[in-house]
Each structure stands twice: as structure tokens, then as C-alpha cells.
């Protein structure tokens, strides 16, 4: 702009020195004759116009920096500065190989992430489906073994009850053994009263102990079977059911569908179900066993009551003998001596009799501690219901365990839905990259984003561009291009004519590159800043051209012309012809004749409009007079030249003169 400024002020000193030249031309001649030195004027109608007078540039619309945002080598330029192109025009290529090498890798990556969509959304399906049975299944071993728990407990305290029943049974029939036994001992004498009783009561006995072989036989014996074998069966089943969990989570667990933890689960289960079909077979096999020994106890008891029957009967049979020996010796009083005689054989008869039932009684001490030591011995039968008890609790604990871990299994579900929600903003993430990546390849195309002209291209073909887009760049920039579909001049009206400038204002725009031509404008924009160039005071202010014209170049010099005021078609005299006296009266010099001797005749008018050039004569003139723009006589010459009053004591006052001149 300074450069402007510059060669406007060279302009202004040529104009001044063509002034003096021919200001100097006519004093010399002035000089050779006596006749003064007078310029004159036409009034006519004319356009008078006011304008402020600025220098500016010609700027482009837009000037757009079109830049490659791909990295790489410059395989193709297309434009050369000049060049007039087209929006969407190929403008330069970049090699594209190393970005089609990302756009490949970004395709692989979203196939990827694609095939782990479907993977995930198969776990998904198949924990989905595994799930429940695994936890209806834990949850019916959970109910089972909580229930062989309680069976177990209830059958340790049962036995318990019964053993402590047989051997208090046992301590008591010990106890009434050695009563009978020394009853026996001290009632010899005495049993035969109680015989009869006695042979009613080991009928009793017998017929219970009967009744209870038969009980054990019919009902205890085929119930305790019964339940053994249903246990058995039971264990037998929850084995199988484990043993066929164990081969499914193995084979689950080979094809990678379940955790190691579950396969874990499932042989621990598999140990607990062959614990408790182990224990059942145990009680299934023993149980015979135990029967026999229960049963042959009972038909030792039967013998026992038989014997005692038998006993109390042989007792009751002898006492008839004495009491037909009695009457025989009540009969047979005669013969005394046979009588005492065969009471003393009858009495030797009773003494085989007491000890036979001594040692009958001391028999039975000995089958009543046989059974103490039996009902003693079933305390091992005890102490094999709590070790069924500890390990139906330690069933349950594993069962519990088990379907804490069904439960925690159900949660892989969710997990595996995560794993789903994971993998599909995988997917969406690698369509971004690979969106990315076609963008990139498509970046390596450069067009030209809009019409214009090629003003500056800054690389050439076999150019490698090192940075392409980025947080801290926007690319390397290709060529400049100018959008000159709008023409503006970027002008600096001084501060003192700034008021007299508004947007919408009309302006005349000359360009020194076509003179004489005007090219018709308007004020867009008048910028709120300033510049200061030589003291002086700018304000920029934004003309467009209502035409734009292809010869115009971004950067020409050019001289804008904002109409302030304008009147068509009014009298108007040159500026130079309006003069003013002391007194602050405005007039004009009519030339009345010019040769030989020239008449001068002074006019007062009143002036309407002051142009640039014209101004206007509302009052005091006709149209085709003759008005004096310059007079110099030769002795007014002369001191101008040798530096005295000037060209403005010789005219008066002048309104115009070189004003319009020094705003250019």
C-alpha cells in the first residue's frame, strides 16, 4: 500500500512540475509581447459531482489455499499458475499406495471385529441356553443333598435312640437275668407255686418273640431293603447324571464354550455322586449282613422263650408228679416205709430239678450279656450314621458351592451380553478407521474446491509432502487459488473524508492499467480499523464491482471515486473560475472581448453545488458566456517567477485550484 502511496505522490510532482513548465512557457512568451496571459472557460450545463477521491488495490472474493491433507510424493500436477479452473478440477495426485495399504488394513480390522460380533453373540446363545439347566440342575443336587442330610440326621438319631434303647434293654435284661438267677437260687424251693405262671408268661414270651421274627421278617427286613435299595438307586442315578454333566463339560471345555472353573464343578460333583453311590452300595451289601444278624438274634430270642416254655412246662409236668406222688402217699399210708422212700426219690428228682433250672437261669445270664455285648456292638452302626451324617453335610456344602456357582454362572450371561456390546463398538470403531482410511485415500485426489484462478503454485511434480492433516496442521498447502467471481478494491479514504463515505455509496473505479475506463461500484463494508502511513491518518473501506471483468488482476492499482453529491443536467463553471473577495462575496470574471485589448467584467453569482471539478451556478450567469478560469499579466509573471505572491494574489481567491488534484 505504501508503494501505492508513493507512486500517487510521484504523480501528484509530475502534475505540479507539467503546471510550473507551462506556467513558465507562458511567461516567456508573455514576456516577448504586452498582452497578458488568460484562460477561459464555457458555461454550460453539465453533471456537477462531489467525490472523495481514495487508492486501493483489486482483491479477489476469496483467495483459498488449497491443500493436500494426504502425505506422500506429488505423482501429478494438473494446474499451472493462470490457469482458470473449474469447481471440483483435478488439481494435483499423491501417490496413493501407502494409503490404500491403510485403507486394506482398516478393512481387515473391521472383518475382524466383525467375526468377534458373532463369536461373542454365539457364547452369548450357547451360555444363554447352558445356564438355567446348569442351575436347575445345581439347584435340584442343593434340595437332594439338604435332603440325604436330614434323612442322614434323622437316621443317626434314630440309631442313636435305638442303641442306647438296646443296650439299656440289654443292661436291663442282663440285670433281670441275674435276678432270675439268684431268684432261681433262692426260689427253688418255692417255684413250683409260680410255675404255671411261669409257664403262661414264657408262652407270652414265646408268642411275642415269635410275633417279633415275624414282624422282622415281613416288614422291618423287606423296608430296610427296600430303603437300602432305594438309596442305591438313588445314588446310582445322581451318578450317572454327574458322570454325564462331567463328559458334557469336558467336551464343552475342550471346544472352549465353558470356564475351567465349571469343568472343576462338574468332577467335584462327579466325587460327591461316587461317594454317596459307593456309601450306598456299602449299606446295600452290609445289610444282609446286619439282617441276619438282627434276625438270628430274634430266633435266639424265640429259642430262648421256647426254652423257658419248655422249662416252665417240664416244672409243671414235675409238680403234677408230686402231686400225684402226694396222693399217693395219702393213699398208700399202709406202706410208710415205700411212701418215705419214694418222697426221698421224688426229692432227689426236685434237686435234678433246681439245677437243671440253675443252670438254665445261669444260660440265660450268659445270653442276656451276649446280647448286652450285641446292643453294644451296634454302637459301631452309630458311629457309621454320622460318618453318612458328615458326609451328607459335606454334600450339601459341595451341592451349596455348586449352585453358588450355577449363579455365578447365569452372570456370564450378562458378561457375555457386555462381550456383544464390546465387540459391536469394536465394529463401529473400525468402520470409523476404515471411513477414516477411504477419506485419507480420497485426500490424495486434490480438486479444486470451488471456481477461480491458479495465482501461485507452490510444488511441482515428484514433490514428497512429509506432513499431511493433524491436530497441529491443516495440510501442505498445493497452490493459491482466487475466487474473482466478486471484484473488490481494499481502498484507504483519509480520515478527513471518512465521514463522507457510506455503505451502499456509489463509487467510480479507474485502474491505471486501462485508463479512461470506469468501472461502477459500491461501498460493502467500511472497516472499523485505521492505518497511519506518513502521519495520515486511513480507514480501509471494502468496494465491490457491480461487474466483474477477467482482466482485472488481484493486486492491480486502483482509484476509487465515492459520488458524495451529484446534480445532472445544471450551469456549471470549471472551480477554477470561482473566486471569492475580503468580503466573503463569490463571483466570476466574464470576457467581454479578448483581443486586442482585452475587457474584463467582474460578476457576483450565487453558487449551488461545489464539485470536484464543476461547480454549480444556481444565480448571475447565462449559458454559453465566456468565464476567465486564469489571467496573468506579464508584470505579475515575473514575480511569480523570482518567488513572489503566486498564482493566488494574481486570481483572488480560488475555490477550486489543485484540491481535487492533491486527494488523488
Not at 226 to 251: G, S, V
Request: hydrophobic share 40%; proline share 3%; glycine share 4%.
Amino acid at each position: 500500500m505504501r508503494r501505492w502511496l508513493k507512486k500517487r505522490w510521484l504523480w501528484v510532482g509530475a502534475l505540479i512540475l507539467i503546471g510550473i513548465g507551462s506556467f513558465g512557457y507562458w511567461r516567456v512568451r508573455a514576456a516577448q509581447g504586452s498582452q497578458p496571459f488568460i484562460q477561459t472557460a464555457q458555461v454550460e450545463r453539465a453533471t456537477v459531482t462531489l467525490t472523495v477521491s481514495a487508492s486501493g488495490t483489486i482483491q479477489p472474493y476469496k483467495i483459498v489455499e488449497v491443500k493436500s491433507k494426504a502425505a506422500g510424493k506429488v505423482i501429478q500436477m494438473a494446474v499451472e499458475v493462470g490457469d482458470h479452473v473449474k469447481k471440483g478440477q483435478l488439481i494435483a495426485r499423491i501417490d496413493p499406495t501407502d494409503t490404500q495399504t491403510v485403507v486394506d488394513q482398516a478393512q481387515a480390522d473391521l472383518d475382524a471385529a466383525l467375526a468377534r460380533v458373532q463369536q461373542a453373540m454365539l457364547n452369548w446363545q450357547m451360555q444363554k441356553q447352558i445356564t438355567p439347566a446348569q442351575l436347575e440342575e445345581a439347584k435340584q443336587a442343593l434340595e437332594a443333598a439338604r435332603a440325604r442330610l436330614i434323612q442322614a440326621e434323622s437316621s443317626l438319631k434314630a440309631q442313636e435312640l435305638q442303641a442306647k434303647a438296646q443296650i439299656k434293654q440289654g443292661e436291663e435284661a442282663v440285670n433281670a437275668a441275674r435276678a432270675r438267677y439268684e431268684q432261681a437260687k433262692k426260689q427253688a424251693e418255692i417255684q413250683p407255686e409260680l410255675t404255671r405262671t411261669s409257664v403262661q408268661q414264657a408262652e407270652a414270651a414265646y408268642q411275642s418273640a415269635v410275633e417279633s421274627l415275624r414282624q422282622l421278617k415281613e416288614a422291618t427286613i423287606p423296608q430296610q431293603r427296600a430303603q437300602a435299595q432305594a438309596n442305591y438307586e438313588q445314588a446310582k442315578a445322581q451318578l450317572d447324571n454327574a458322570e454325564k454333566n462331567l463328559k458334557r463339560q469336558r467336551e464343552l471345555f475342550e471346544q472352549g464354550f465353558v470356564a475351567k472353573s465349571q469343568l472343576d464343578a462338574a468332577e467335584a460333583q462327579y466325587a460327591a455322586a461316587k461317594a454317596q453311590f459307593d456309601a450306598a452300595s456299602e449299606k446295600l451289601r452290609t445289610l444282609e449282613q446286619e439282617l441276619s444278624a438282627n434276625l438270628r438274634s430274634a430266633e435266639a430270642r424265640v429259642e430262648e422263650a421256647k426254652a423257658q416254655l419248655d422249662s416252665a412246662r417240664e416244672r409243671l409236668r414235675t409238680l403234677d408228679a408230686e402231686h400225684q406222688s402226694s396222693l399217693k402217699e395219702a393213699e398208700a399210708r399202709v406202706n410208710q416205709a415205700k411212701a418215705q422212700l419214694e418222697a426221698a426219690k421224688a426229692n432227689s428228682i426236685q434237686d435234678d430239678l433246681r439245677q437243671q433250672e440253675l443252670q438254665a437261669a445261669f444260660a440265660a445270664l450268659r445270653q442276656a450279656e451276649a446280647q448286652l455285648e450285641a446292643a453294644k456292638a451296634n454302637e459301631a452302626i452309630v458311629e457309621q450314621r454320622r460318618a453318612e451324617v458328615v458326609a451328607a453335610r459335606a454334600a450339601l456344602v459341595q451341592a451349596e458351592a455348586a449352585y453358588k456357582q450355577a449363579l455365578a454362572n447365569a452372570q456370564q450371561v450378562q458378561i457375555r451380553e457386555a462381550d456383544i456390546k464390546t465387540a459391536k463398538s469394536q465394529v463401529q470403531r473400525a468402520i470409523a478407521q476404515l471411513r477414516n482410511a477411504r477419506i485419507q485415500l480420497a485426500d490424495t485426489v486434490i480438486v479444486a474446491p470451488r471456481d477461480g484462478v491458479i495465482i501461485e503454485k507452490l510444488v511441482e511434480e515428484g514433490t514428497v509432502i512429509s506432513s499431511g492433516m493433524s491436530a497441529f496442521a491443516q495440510g501442505t498447502t498445493i497452490v493459491r487459488l482466487a475466487d474473482m467471481s466478486r471484484v473488490f478494491v481494499d481502498a484507504e479514504v483519509a480520515e478527513a473524508d471518512i465521514a463522507s463515505v457510506w455503505v451502499g455509496q456509489k463509487v467510480d473505479v479507474t485502474v491505471d492499467a486501462f485508463p479512461g475506463e470506469i468501472f461502477e461500484g459500491k461501498v460493502v463494508r467500511i472497516d472499523p480499523r485505521t492505518t497511519v502511513e506518513q502521519n495520515v491518518v486511513y480507514v480501509h473501506v471494502l468496494v465491490e464491482l457491480d461487474m466483474p471483468d477477467e482482466r482485472l488482476k488481484p493486486g492491480m492499482s486502483a482509484t476509487c471515486e465515492f459520488q458524495v453529491e451529484r446534480k445532472e443536467n445544471v450551469l456549471a463553471v470549471p472551480n477554477e473560475a470561482i473566486k471569492e473577495d475580503e468580503e466573503g462575496k463569490t463571483y466570476v470574471e466574464i470576457a467581454k472581448r479578448l483581443n486586442p485589448h482585452p475587457e474584463i467584467e467582474r460578476r457576483n453569482v450565487e453558487i449551488g453545488l461545489q464539485g470536484t471539478t464543476m461547480t454549480e451556478i444556481v444565480k448571475g450567469l447565462k449559458e454559453g458566456e465566456t468565464v476567465i478560469t486564469l489571467f496573468a499579466t506579464p508584470q505579475q509573471i515575473q514575480p511569480q517567477m523570482a518567488g513572489g505572491p503566486g498564482m493566488r494574489g494574481m486570481m483572488g481567491t480560488p475555490m477550486g485550484g489543485m484540491r481535487g488534484l492533491m486527494r488523488r
